[in-house]
């Protein structure tokens, strides 16, 4: 209300403090997730690591109701499985 004009009732809005700090600390997991996944295009991990990552962001974004991750990641999981072969 006090930045938009209007009470919002969104479902993110309606959390409760306690599920709103939990789903803000699944965010910043994912947030930091993300940042380790761009450094496989510079070889700081491997193919396997970046799986990892990708298959454990994949699990935040389901536990945060986020679908439209999943093109993206999966993009991601193909070229980092083609840049090894597999």
């Known amino acids: 209300m006090q930045n938009y004009g209007f009470h919002c009732m969104c479902t993110c809005c309606t959390l409760s403090d306690e ?22 295009g510079r070889g700081a991990i491997d193919g396997p690591e970046a799986i990892r990552l990708v298959k454990r962001i994949w ?28």
């Open 19 to 40: 599920e709103s700090k939990t789903s803000d600390v699944r965010l910043s997991n994912m947030n930091d997730l993300y940042k380790r996944l761009r450094t496989w």
């Open 59 to 86: 699990a935040i974004g389901e536990e945060e109701g986020y679908t439209s991750e999943r093109g993206r990641l999966a993009a991601d999981a193909v070229l980092v499985a083609a840049a090894h072969a597999e």
